[in-house]
């Protein structure tokens, strides 16, 4: 069946422009990750869902950072008034469950000037 | 901050070669994760263990808990092996700690 799909693949934002993330996991999967991996460094966990329920956020650098999964599948993560240091590629991932092998998606590569 | 570090950073060896890429964490964990990513962003998990040793193919994952270490040998190493391996841990619950990485080059 299809992977972890990410959308868009690339996104460049003017300072303080809103973005929009989309990821799609693989269907059934329950646990969904979204990670930010800055340039030559390791992802760090942003937040973490189980069905529809956002039970992690802790990762999350900011209030200007939000996501969501209304419907237990796809998921937005979304970024207000980004700024130079949001730079960084936006990877999620998905599980069947928290403790069991992730999937990633591709990347959102994210470019802000 | 560095729950996880892994050595070496960097890696270049000749085709052929046995390599080894160690992992050292300092939470207790449930399991622990060896991650291969291309360039472009795509990654892939390798193995997901939470003792002894796994193997697949040319790879070969093991890990310590006593000695919280793991090492990920790869064996005939083939210049489509290069990439970055990236060794993660998870805890009970949802945490994930990620490594930053070891950047592996295979020569021809």
């Known amino acids: 069946g299809a992977g972890v799909s990410q959308s868009p693949r690339y996104k460049v934002a003017k300072r303080g422009q809103d973005v929009a993330l989309r990821c799609d996991p693989i269907s059934g999967h329950v646990s969904l990750f979204w990670y930010q991996q800055a340039l030559g460094q390791g992802p760090e966990f942003l937040t973490y869902?189980?069905?529809?329920?956002?039970?992690?956020k802790s990762g999350l650098p900011s209030d200007r950072f939000f996501a969501e999964r209304p419907e237990g599948s796809v998921s937005t993560l979304k970024i207000q008034r980004t700024q130079q240091e949001d730079s960084a590629v936006y990877l999620c991932?998905?599980?069947?469950?928290?403790?069991?092998?992730?999937?990633f998606g591709p990347g959102t590569r994210l470019l802000v000037l | 901050k560095n729950e996880v570090e892994q050595s070496p950073q960097n890696l270049t060896a000749q085709e052929g070669e046995f390599i080894t890429i160690n992992c050292s964490y300092s939470?207790?964990?449930?399991?622990l994760h060896w991650l291969q990513q291309h360039p472009g962003g795509g990654i892939v998990s390798l193995f997901m263990?939470?003792?002894g040793k796994k193997k697949h193919g040319r790879l070969i994952a093991t890990i310590n808990i006593q000695e919280k270490h793991s090492s990920l040998h790869i064996t005939a190493s083939h210049p489509r092996d290069s990439a970055v391996y990236i060794c993660a841990v998870s805890r009970a619950g949802n945490q994930f700690y990620f490594g930053t990485g070891t950047s592996l080059t295979v020569i021809p």
């Open positions: 991932a998905s599980s069947r469950d928290s403790q069991e092998t992730q999937y």
């Open positions: 869902f189980q069905n529809e329920a956002q039970l992690d």
């Open positions: 263990l939470s003792s």
């Open positions: 939470v207790g964990i449930s399991a």
